[in-house]
C-alpha cells in the first residue's frame, strides 16, 4: 500500500482501494490513488489551488461526485492535483482545497485516462477506514 491507498485490477477497469483513520483521511487518500492511475503523483507540484465545495444525499455519493470534481479538472483544465486538504460534515457535505499543476506530459510521467468513477463495488466504510472505488478506464 502507496501513501494510504492500493489498487486492484477488474476487467477493464481499475480499482482503489483508499485507507484512513477518519473520512477526510480516506476522501483524500482516493483522491492521490485518483491522479496515482494517471500519472506519478510525486512529480506533482502544489503551485495551484482550487477549492471544492460538495453537498451529496449520501456518502457513496459524496465519494463519487468528489472524484468525479477531481476529474472534470483533469480532464477540463488539464490539472493534476497531489495536496488534500478536506473536511467533511454529516449531511453530506465536502470542502476541500486541493493543490496541483497544469498537467505536463513529459515530466509527470502520464500514464492513461479515467472515463468515469462508478458505482459498481462502491463502498465508503468510515468504520472500518477505506473506501474502495471503481475507475472506469
Keep these: 500500500m502507496a501513501g494510504g491507498y492500493e489498487y486492484f485490477e ?3 477497469d481499475v480499482g482503489i482501494k483508499a485507507y484512513g483513520k477518519d473520512l ?3 476522501f ?3 483522491a492521490r490513488a485518483l491522479t496515482g492511475v494517471v500519472c506519478d503523483v510525486g512529480k506533482v507540484k502544489p503551485n495551484t489551488a482550487r477549492v471544492i465545495d460538495i453537498i451529496a444525499d449520501d456518502l457513496d455519493g459524496l465519494m463519487v461526485l468528489w472524484l468525479n470534481e477531481l476529474l472534470v479538472y483533469m480532464d477540463a483544465d488539464n490539472l493534476l492535483f497531489s495536496e488534500f486538504h478536506v473536511k467533511v460534515k ?3 457535505e ?6 496541483g499543476e497544469p498537467m505536463d506530459r513529459g515530466r509527470h510521467g502520464l500514464k492513461g485516462g479515467i472515463k468515469a468513477i462508478t458505482y459498481h ?3 465508503v466504510d468510515e468504520k472500518k477506514g477505506y473506501a474502495q472505488v471503481l475507475l472506469d478506464i
Excluded: D, F, K, Q
Excluded at 465536502?94 to 493543490?99: D, I, K, T
Design 24 to 26: 477526510p483521511e480516506i
Design 28 to 30: 483524500a487518500n482516493a
Design 94 to 99: 465536502l470542502h476541500a482545497v486541493v493543490r
Design 121 to 123: 463495488m462502491l463502498v
Design 10 to 12: 477488474h476487467t477493464a
Design 90 to 92: 454529516r449531511g453530506w
